[in-house]
């Protein structure tokens, strides 16, 4: 079955610091990739999505691609708020999930960024 | 316009006890998940409907847990003689089209369930 394996965290950073949570998966065919991000006391959302090989999500300064040979979609920031102090979960969907759940997520197990000022 | 809304908020409850959880998913939106987030578990799937039915109850941990979905909208997640291990956020989730592995799922903020 398909799977999603993220950096453990958590993951502490000062601010303007580079951003690197590795994620990579495991599923066959041609599964969508996203990243959500859960802000405290707030519920999931979309930070990015990528949905076809080679694709590059991107939003809020946060990017992601889409590696098929590496089976990856590592989320990237160049410069790190406090603001973005928060869980991140990479998911799946599609892939070897087969039949009509096509968009049944599978998620990692999220890491939690601190950033001080 | 609205988002995923979730009821109540939160819920203690006795073990051994029934709970109905309730979500509204945004209008028009015809996919419909229910994912649970514990500590230990993190995110797991638990059940998706397509319209009313439900084709993927796959996520489902036990036969204590149910939901169903009506006019295509509102669905309710039912747990029955409650245990506590239970006791986690239950996140519903609504999408535009069926099943779309491409589609951006829109989260509710969650009920939070503690079992006592």
């Known amino acids: 079955g398909n799977s999603v394996t993220q950096m453990e965290g958590p993951v502490t950073l000062s601010e303007e610091a580079f951003l690197t949570i590795n994620c990579t998966y495991t599923a066959t065919g041609y599964p969508s990739l996203f990243w959500y991000v859960q802000y405290p006391g707030e519920g999931l959302q979309l930070l990015l999505k990528?949905?076809?090989?080679?694709d590059k999500g991107s939003n809020k300064g946060f990017e992601a691609t889409y590696r098929k040979e590496t089976t990856s979609f590592h989320l990237e920031k160049g410069s790190v708020q406090v603001s973005d102090s928060a869980v991140y979960f990479c998911?799946?969907?599609?892939?070897?999930?087969?039949?009509?759940?096509?968009?049944?997520?599978?998620f990692g197990q999220g890491t939690i960024l601190t950033v001080h000022p | 316009g609205a988002g995923v809304s979730q009821s109540p908020s939160n819920k203690v409850t006795e073990k051994g006890k029934d709970v109905e959880l309730r979500c509204d998913p945004i209008s028009g939106h015809t996919a419909l998940y229910w994912y649970r987030q514990s500590l230990g578990q993190g995110l797991e799937f638990l059940i998706y409907f397509q319209g009313n039915s439900a084709p993927d109850k796959s996520g489902l941990p036990s036969d204590r847990f149910s939901a169903e979905r009506t006019g295509g909208s509102v669905s309710t997640l039912t747990i029955q003689r409650t245990q506590q291990e239970d006791s986690a956020v239950y996140l519903c989730?609504?999408?535009?089209?069926?099943?779309?592995?491409?589609?951006?799922?829109?989260f509710g903020p969650g009920t939070r369930l503690t079992v006592l």
């Open positions: 990528a949905t076809k090989a080679d």
């Open positions: 998911a799946l969907s599609g892939g070897n999930a087969g039949g009509t759940s096509y968009g049944k997520l599978t």
């Open positions: 989730a609504s999408s535009r089209r069926l099943a779309g592995r491409t589609d951006t799922q829109y």
